[in-house]
């Protein structure tokens, strides 16, 4: 049972204000369990919503002292009261937190403070439980075994309002499916970025390579083609050419307007699209690089192209801003058939049980379901244990730099270290990543 729960203003990796809750159990033995909250900067208008205090004298208005109120002051009384069993009863916290709140989108207690106590209940309802939290994860999600080690997406070029260059496309990301391990696919991802630093300097300079938010090199490209011809060369040069394969995510909810695409908005002219031109953009940066997963490429609301690219789309096409790890907009987008995939961001839905619901909807449609950090991180790894209890076979974590980001790939290797150890059957995913819920 829980014993006490606090809450604190800490930071994310932008420096912005973000939620830390500590929960502390009066089982015996007792312990405290954290969790810290992350956040984006491009987030969909139909996301859960992250309370902020809007004092505009402090941090900028993006404080969350409200958010640390309403944990200790509503919710924590509330769940103590309730004495819910942290080892079987987290779907029933999450229920009775969307219950307390009494909004459709959490606007009333933040969906920031309910996630981190959400995570924080799993977390401790694992240690209860005597089990990994990845464990305890896929006994919630009624995933099978053995376990599947993903696949990292290492976004390693940033461009949108993730840097400071004029490249309208946010995520540029490689992902090592010829490897045999997560250890491999770290050591060629670490490997390949080193070197693409290197052809960053040689083409533009030292000065050119400075990192975006997640870590992923920000150099004066405009176009992705530029893009993915500076990675191709670094790829080549550490000779894995074949074994990484490539990944976009061009956040373009973030360069819609009045109907089209200005993918120019971050530079002084600008080039506007229209969704059949920047459906044929796609289709030619397709057919020209081995890509073979494409996130958000429109905006969240432009469903109809959407349902027109899915119809020939030959890879994997994933809903973010789209879906916003929502059932609601899951099955909306598959009666409209506007892809194949969903990207799970566990603090755009607000509590660890939803976001599983989800991914169990994608995998029930056939779908894939791609795990994913926020531009605004922490330090807390809880998203490698969700990918592997849930088996979702990729996700990404930013560039194999940075703490926030590195912390997340350091404990998947420590997963699957720990499986090998024990003698625990643990496939990588591989090519397979698409559907590795289904692998036996």
């Not at 496309?169 to 992902?175: C, H």
């Not at 630093?197 to 920000?218: C, L, M, Q």
């Not at 120019?264 to 796609?282: A, E, I």
């Not at 894939?368 to 950090?373: A, D, E, K, L, Y």
């Amino acid at each position: 049972m829980i014993r006490a729960i606090k809450a604190a203003q800490r930071l994310d990796s932008r420096g912005n204000p973000t939620v830390q809750v500590d929960l502390t159990t009066d089982n015996r033995p007792s312990g405290t369990f954290r969790a810290l909250v992350p956040s984006g900067a491009s987030t969909g208008q139909h996301e859960a919503v992250e309370l902020r205090d809007g004092n505009a004298s402090v941090f900028g208005g993006k404080g969350v002292e409200r958010a640390v109120r309403n944990v200790e002051e509503v919710i924590a009384p509330a769940l103590i009261k309730k004495g819910f069993n942290l080892e079987t009863d987290l779907k029933k916290i999450d229920a009775f937190m969307k219950e307390l709140d009494g909004t459709k989108n959490k606007g009333n207690l933040g969906a920031n403070a309910m996630l981190g106590v959400s995570m924080a209940c799993a977390r401790a309802g694992a240690s209860l439980a005597g089990i990994p939290l990845y464990e305890f994860l896929r006994r919630e999600s009624g995933a099978k075994k053995p376990y599947v080690m993903p696949v990292p997406f290492f976004n390693v070029l940033n461009g949108g309002v993730h840097s400071g260059n004029t490249m309208a496309f946010q995520e540029i990301m490689l992902a090592p499916v010829g490897a045999q391990s997560v250890a491999e696919a770290v050591r060629m991802g670490s490997e390949v970025y080193q070197q693409l630093k290197k052809v960053i300097t040689r083409k533009f300079g030292s000065s050119a390579t400075g990192i975006g938010d997640e870590g992923g090199f920000a150099p004066p490209i405009s176009q992705p083609h530029e893009a993915f011809d500076l990675l191709v060369t670094a790829v080549e040069e550490c000779g894995y050419t074949n074994k990484i394969k490539y990944a976009m995510d061009p956040a373009s909810s973030e360069f819609f307007k009045n109907g089209n695409y200005d993918i120019g908005f971050k530079g002084k002219t600008p080039d506007v699209q229209s969704p059949k031109q920047l459906q044929n953009l796609y289709n030619h940066l397709i057919d020209k690089y081995p890509i073979i997963l494409l996130e958000d490429p429109f905006a969240e609301d432009d469903w109809e192209t959407w349902t027109e690219f899915n119809k020939n789309c030959k890879i994997e096409l994933v809903g973010d801003d789209l879906l916003v790890t929502n059932t609601e907009r899951v099955q909306e987008a598959s009666e409209k058939k506007a892809c194949n995939s969903m990207l799970l961001k566990v603090n755009q839905i607000g509590t660890v049980t939803e976001a599983i619901a989800a991914a169990n909807m994608a995998f029930g449609l056939g779908w894939g379901v791609f795990v994913s950090h926020r531009s605004g991180e922490t330090t807390d790894d809880f998203i490698a244990d969700i990918t592997v209890g849930l088996r979702t076979g990729h996700l990404k974590s930013g560039s194999p730099c940075r703490g926030e980001r590195v912390v997340k790939y350091n404990r998947l290797m420590d997963i699957e270290a720990e499986l090998i150890a024990a003698g625990e059957p643990c496939i990588y995913a591989g090519h397979q990543f698409r559907t590795a819920h289904v692998i036996k």
